[in-house]
């Protein structure tokens, strides 16, 4: 019955309710609580009930737009492994690539998945250009989505405040955070919700004090960084966050000596940063929460004896401070 799981839920967030609060207060977490945490959740309740209007004729020019993307993605395949190639085909794309002498060794014996190719891709420009075709099909997917899940000129989504071990906002039916490149199409009232890599490397910039990195930003950055193109912003706050150099690697479709290179000198240039960092791993580790504007954020696993996870907690303390 449902009557009966619904008595359940409330009876058991009512016995929950004196513990939690006394865990809360204890952190001084009380009023952070009632003023943000709830007051978000009241408006993140309001989205979902009311709808949040979207742009269709804008959703379907974006759709449009990704589909020429998806089009030319899947012809710098063909151009590699032939016009009659299946770029949707697992079973052919194994097959064409064993046929590479230069990853056919490597790749033999292995399932082929998205962190495969991306490992690849610096030896072989047929899995590069694999790569890029499933990242421009993944952001036509999501653009699609949204429009099936559209009616009347809104969505409804499913917000969670929990998903995200940081606190980012997320969402399901539709994911309306999944790629920014919806965001155009989005009411900007939930504008601030999606990651951005201008706002997170203004805020590192405020919270350091590092005025290179505040003077770059303004008027360019070095040629040293040509080689990232116009992917310098996620680059670095990609290492600042703590992304180690394989996952670098695949994600910027980089050849690893050449993400320790670019580390090494990003690292160099933007010191007081890096040094900032450095200062927010040691005080998460001394007080076991990291505090900014009257907010504090705690995480498990900044107390752990295994030196992965306590690394992986520094690093979440990052991301919850820079939001990104």
């Not at 995200?164 to 955070?177: D, H, V």
């Not at 360019?220 to 080689?227: M, S, V």
């Not at 030196?307 to 990104?324: D, F, G, I, S, T």
Request: proline content about 2%.
């Amino acid at each position: 019955m449902v009557w009966h799981y619904a008595c359940e839920d409330a009876d058991t967030t009512f016995r929950l309710f004196g513990v939690l609060s006394k865990e809360l207060e204890i952190r001084g977490l009380q009023s952070q609580f009632e003023s943000r945490t709830m007051t978000l959740a009241l408006q993140l309740g309001s989205w979902e009930f009311e709808g949040i209007p979207v742009g269709e004729q804008r959703l379907h020019a974006l759709r449009t737009g990704a589909s020429k993307q998806v089009d030319t993605a899947r012809e710098a395949v063909q151009s590699h492994l032939g016009k009659g190639f299946n770029v949707d085909s697992n079973q052919e794309i194994q097959a064409a690539l064993l046929a590479d002498e230069n990853i056919a060794d490597f790749f033999r014996g292995k399932r082929l998945t998205n962190n495969l190719l991306e490992d690849l891709s610096g030896a072989s420009e047929a899995a590069r250009a694999l790569v890029i075709y499933r990242r421009e099909k993944y952001v036509l997917q999501q653009i699609e989505e949204l429009i099936e899940q559209s009616q009347n000129g809104k969505v409804h989504p499913v917000f969670s405040q929990i998903s995200s071990r940081f606190g980012q906002i997320t969402a399901r039916k539709p994911n309306l955070f999944a790629t920014n490149v919806v965001r155009e199409a989005v009411d900007k009232s939930v504008w601030h919700l999606y990651s951005d890599a201008m706002r997170s490397l203004q805020a590192l910039v405020t919270l350091s004090g590092d005025e290179i990195l505040s003077t770059d930003l303004i008027e360019g950055y070095p040629a040293d960084f040509a080689i990232l193109e116009e992917n310098v912003d996620r680059f670095l706050l990609s290492l600042v966050v703590g992304n180690s150099n394989s996952k670098l690697a695949r994600q910027f479709l980089l050849e690893q000596p050449v993400v320790a290179d670019l580390r090494h000198r990003i690292s160099v240039r933007y010191r007081r940063a890096f040094q900032w960092v450095d200062g927010v791993h040691t005080d998460a580790i001394k007080y076991g929460f990291i505090e900014n504007e009257g907010r504090r954020f705690f995480v498990a696993g900044l107390g752990s004896s295994d030196l992965y996870k306590r690394q992986q907690a520094m690093n979440l303390c990052v991301k919850w401070l820079l939001q990104y």
